[in-house]
């Protein structure tokens, strides 16, 4: 079973159309941390939330870690082609071990 | 901004043979993470270094092994490689507090694609 539990696991949008990815996990947190890859390259960092009901954005990416620090969500506002990829959420499940357990990716299409 | 280096990018080797992968941490950073990812899957935590000492251990065989140097860069040795080994291996670095990048983040670099025939 996956410990980390993403959804949806792949997803096709109309360019400009906003979506969400959600990332849970029955364990509390540590840290949560978002990336993003392209198909067979590596992982792009896109933001990390540690405190719970934490909020980050940057440029039309935001994620939040709900109060319990067990469920994440990545919000993208008005999407566009360069925000295809994969995007995984990852966790620290011990305590700031810095080993982190990945979900199983978002794969992220944006029709122009 | 300076990013995790690892080579080589790609690697071609026959089953049985032996395989170094290298990665170059970003500078200032002290903790260095190796990772796995098979085809279509999520990455796999293998062993982590801190201060050029092992500081955790994943699922890594016992045919692999790695260090971290004196420089902070790391290797990661296989050996007696099987197919089942090829796979997307990265590296990830953490920084330190008041370095050049987000405390307590994981930079993962580009990754070596080792195949194994």
């Known amino acids: 079973s996956q410990e980390l539990e993403q959804s949806p696991q792949s997803l096709i949008v109309q360019e400009g159309k906003n979506l969400t990815i959600n990332c849970t996990s029955s364990k509390t947190l540590y840290g949560l941390y978002w990336y993003k890859q392209k198909y067979g390259e590596g992982l792009i960092f896109l933001m990390m939330?540690?405190?719970?009901?934490e909020e980050k954005s940057h440029e039309k990416i935001t994620a939040k870690l709900d109060e319990k620090k067990q469920q994440s969500s990545l919000h993208i506002t008005a999407s566009q082609p360069s925000h295809a990829g994969i995007y995984l959420c990852?966790?620290?499940?011990?305590?700031?071990?810095?080993?982190?357990?990945f979900g199983q990716g978002t794969t992220l299409q944006v029709k122009p | 901004a300076a990013g995790v280096i690892q080579s080589p990018r790609h690697l071609i080797k026959e089953k049985r043979e032996t395989a170094t992968l290298k990665c170059y941490p970003i500078?200032?950073?002290?903790?260095v993470y190796w990772y796995q990812q098979g085809p279509g899957q999520d990455p796999q935590f293998l062993i982590s270094?801190?201060?050029?000492?092992?500081?955790d251990k994943g699922s890594i065989p016992d045919r692999f092994s790695a260090q971290q140097f004196s420089d902070y860069h790391s290797e990661l040795n296989m050996s007696s490689l099987e197919l089942g080994d090829s796979a997307l291996y990265f590296c990830?670095?953490?920084?330190?507090?008041?370095?050049?990048?987000?405390?307590?983040?994981?930079?993962f670099g580009p990754g070596t694609r080792l195949t194994v025939l």
């Open positions: 939330l540690q405190k719970g009901g």
């Open positions: 500078p200032r950073h002290d903790t």
């Open positions: 990830a670095s953490k920084g330190l507090a008041g370095g050049p990048s987000v405390t307590d983040t994981q930079y």
């Open positions: 270094f801190y201060e050029k000492m092992q500081s």
């Open positions: 990852g966790a620290d499940m011990w305590g700031n071990t810095g080993k982190l357990i």
